[in-house]
């Protein structure tokens, strides 16, 4: 499977240690340029910085269409706008979001999605973590909030309540 990722995702998945779990999980992960650049080059994370480095199955990609990044740019950030043009340009039907706006906009585009939380439950159903509980409270340690309701639907999904 294929996958087109936003910052947010490669942020929190990094700031819990998991981010190889992209590469468990996926065949091949494609960064679109802008957040490439807000991830890599003008973030202050070095150890993201590292870690995106080092994944061997990642390709960071140029957004050809550009005149659709700038109509999704209206209503989105810029990284969400070329993650949603660069799947729609190669063809690929998910593409990994943790806001819901981005989310919802993905989804009128015929795309699926899947944010972190769902990276981690995949992760889970395939034996390559051992829990997603853990992984929860170490995002709310790092201060990502995550609502109790959703919480709830995540472990129940990873099977843990």
Not at 8 to 24: A, G, M, Q, W
Not at 33 to 41: C, D, L, M, Q, W
Not at 56 to 79: M, P, Q, R, S, T
Not at 131 to 136: A, R, Y
Request: with cysteine.
């Amino acid at each position: 499977m294929r996958i087109v990722i936003n910052s947010s995702p490669l942020i929190t998945l990094s700031c819990i240690n998991e981010l190889k779990l992209l590469e468990k999980l996926f065949d091949e992960i494609f960064i679109p340029e802008a957040v490439y650049t807000e991830t890599v080059i003008n973030g202050s994370d070095k150890k993201l910085e590292k870690e995106i480095r080092e994944l061997k199955k990642i390709k960071v990609i140029a957004v050809k269409n550009y005149h659709l990044v700038e109509f999704i740019a209206d209503v989105l950030d810029e990284g969400e706008a070329e993650v949603i043009a660069l799947a729609k340009e190669m063809q690929i039907k998910t593409v990994v979001i943790d806001e819901l706006k981005g989310r919802k906009y993905a989804r009128k585009h015929d795309l699926q999605t899947i944010g972190s939380l769902g990276i981690l439950v995949l992760g889970k159903h395939r034996k390559y973590i051992k829990d997603v509980t853990s992984n929860l409270k170490k995002m709310e340690d790092y201060g990502i909030r995550i609502g109790e309701r959703l919480k709830i639907e995540i472990l129940t999904k990873a099977d843990e309540i």
